[in-house]
T-cell receptor, first 115, second 114 residues
Framework: DAGITQSPRHKVTETGTPVTLRCHQTENHRYMYWYRQDPGHGLRLIHYSYGVKDTDKGEVSDGYSVSRSKTEDFLLTLESATSSQTSVYFC??????????????FGEGSRLTVL | AQSVTQLGSHVSVSEGALVLLRCNYSSSVPPYLFWYVQYPNQGLQLLLKYTTGATLVKGINGFEAEFKKSETSFHLTKPSAHMSDAAEYFCAVSEGDSSYKLIFGSGTRLLVRP
């Protein structure tokens, strides 16, 4: 168990409101990732982090921002939520002894509904 | 950019039958390849991975996959399906750069009939 938790697990919000999802890890891993999962699209990378204050964009980063002020926490923010951001969001961390193989451990997901 | 194609969004097999889930990738460099499984309302779990070396890799729960460079494929197989194998399966490829990002296929839902 890599000790990764996501919060909240479920959230319903309205269009135009800000939303922040939190990913917390207890294993001191350097790499953390936010993915979204949608039917027919698999998982798509939103943003990732390779250290404190070091982040970069993934393939679907528009409308999202992230922050990582300490190793254990990686926050995903929707500044103004839209219905197209209704999805299941997964946080992931690199896993195992060799962080450079891309092997990831996933949290249980945060289901976001934007009305 | 790398991409992953999984043929068949749904695959249905009888219990005890062979499971074959197909995955093809595009890559200009030797990739790292992965299969993940997702059970309902859970996150993804690693089934197996190929990095270097032996092209036939074995994973958990009796699954295995073979890396075929000439066919750019990494198909997942299991000789005999069990009811507990019903889940969604994702093939993924690492971009191979220092970010260690994974690119996922769209997933294949495996249904196992009694």
């Amino acid at each position: 168990d890599a000790g990764i938790t996501q919060s909240p697990r479920h959230k319903v919000t309205e269009t135009g409101t800000p939303v922040t999802l939190r990913c917390h890890q207890t294993e001191n891993h350097r790499y953390m990732y936010w993915y979204r999962q949608d039917p027919g699209h698999g998982l798509r990378l939103i943003h990732y982090s390779y250290g404190v204050k070091d982040t970069d964009k993934g393939e679907v980063s528009d409308g999202y921002s992230v922050s990582r002020s300490k190793t254990e926490d990686f926050l995903l923010t929707l500044e103004s939520a839209t219905s197209s951001q209704t999805s299941v969001y997964f946080c992931a961390i690199s896993f195992g002894l060799a962080e450079n193989t891309g092997e990831l451990f996933f949290g249980e997901g945060s289901r976001l509904t934007v009305l | 950019a790398q991409s992953v194609t999984q043929l068949g969004s749904h695959v249905s097999v009888s219990e005890g039958a062979l499971v074959l889930l197909r995955c093809n990738y595009s890559s200009s460099v030797p990739p790292y390849l992965f299969w993940y499984v997702q059970y309902p309302n859970q996150g993804l779990q690693l089934l197996l991975k190929y990095t270097t070396g032996a092209t036939l890799v074995k994973g958990i729960n009796g699954f295995e996959a073979e890396f075929k460079k000439s066919e750019t494929s990494f198909h997942l197989t299991k000789p005999s399906a069990h009811m507990s194998d019903a889940a969604e399966y994702f093939c993924a490829v690492s971009e191979g750069d220092s970010s260690y990002k994974l690119i996922f296929g769209s997933g294949t839902r495996l249904l196992v009939r009694p």
